[in-house]
């Protein structure tokens, strides 16, 4: 295991050595594979792209496609390049606006949450502690990957420019332990994955689809009371991002329950419509349906049955 830790831990370093120019001829030697000749995950994509814009027309949704799988190769070749970019370089690339008001909710001793969707250069967005100047703590909600050696080699590179990053079963607790220490935290939250059967409490019409979303972020945002902004990134071009701080609210136990779920995601279909390419079109995100969901619901003990589909249909008798 350490071993072979060591070996690609070095071929990614080495890589990352390479001028960004370099790793972006690389990138469209991996486009012409991925979109020409693999046509990687082409039918989720095409399904993904064709339910969210229904009044677009095939050139144009094959257009947003084309455009999807070239950013799709200059993120991976932007995220090798994380583990040694310098600060100056990594600056001029990611910009970040609105600092100043983070900032001040740090001197105030306010924890901040942003939220993120898998939307334009978000390995980059680990950059944000070289833009304040307050005591405190950047910090980002990740997801342990099963794969050992890349789980510890992407936990490196996301720490590089001195954030933390907190598994997502420790993130409450981590919380509370700054803030006993009086230590005031930023806290991304990419919020916009799938959640399981049995976690989902909420759904919202989301580029054009019936959609279960997470709500435990704004759950762990009203139980700390942080200052809640909403990171709007914009990919100016092509290695070259900002990423704008909206203020959401400074009071977010005055919303109602899912409320601030629900302006996250209407602010983040704004951000994917104004450039569809730079979001994650390879996942299913829509892969729970509503009518499957009612399906698995025993609606007297509220619990969601996890078996196997077509044995839960026959049981109860539905075609």
């Not at 190769?73 to 100043?100: H, N």
């Not at 967005?125 to 909600?141: A, E, R, V």
């Not at 939250?189 to 989902?200: G, H, K, L, M």
């Amino acid at each position: 295991m350490k071993i072979l830790y060591t070996l690609v831990y070095s071929c990614w370093y080495l890589l990352s050595l390479l001028p960004l120019r370099v790793l972006y001829v690389v990138s469209d030697v991996f486009y012409f594979v991925l979109a020409k000749i693999v046509k990687y995950r082409y039918q989720v994509i095409w399904e993904n792209v064709s339910s969210a814009f229904p009044n677009y027309d095939e050139t144009k949704k094959k257009h947003i496609i084309n455009n999807f799988y070239a950013w799709l190769c200059d993120y991976f070749v932007e995220t090798v390049k994380l583990m040694t970019m310098s600060e100056a370089e990594v600056k001029r690339r990611m910009v970040f606006i609105g600092c100043e008001n983070l900032d001040k909710n740090w001197t105030d001793k306010r924890s901040v949450a942003v939220y993120l969707g898998h939307y334009g250069q978000w390995e980059w967005i680990t950059s944000l502690p070289l833009w304040l100047h307050s005591d405190g703590k950047c910090t980002q909600i990740y997801h342990p990957l099963e794969n050992k050696i890349f789980d510890k080699i992407f936990l490196k590179a996301r720490q590089h420019y001195g954030g933390v990053c907190i598994p997502m079963n420790e993130s409450l607790r981590k919380l509370v332990k700054y803030r006993a220490k009086g230590i005031p935290v930023v806290l991304g939250y990419i919020a916009d994955q799938a959640p399981f059967w049995n976690n989902i409490h909420h759904w919202i019409d989301f580029l054009h689809h019936d959609t279960p979303v997470f709500t435990g972020a704004e759950r762990m945002i009203k139980s700390t009371d942080q200052v809640v902004y909403y990171g709007d990134v914009r990919r100016v071009k092509r290695g070259y991002y900002t990423c704008e701080f909206k203020l959401m609210t400074d009071q977010p136990k005055l919303f109602s329950d899912y409320e601030l779920t629900d302006t996250y995601f209407d602010l983040l279909e704004k951000s994917i419509i104004y450039d569809p390419s730079i979001y994650l079109w390879s996942h299913k995100r829509w892969k729970r349906t509503h009518e499957e969901y009612n399906i698995r619901l025993n609606k007297e003990t509220g619990i969601i049955d996890l078996r196997d589909l077509e044995t839960i249909k026959k049981e109860k008798g539905i075609q």
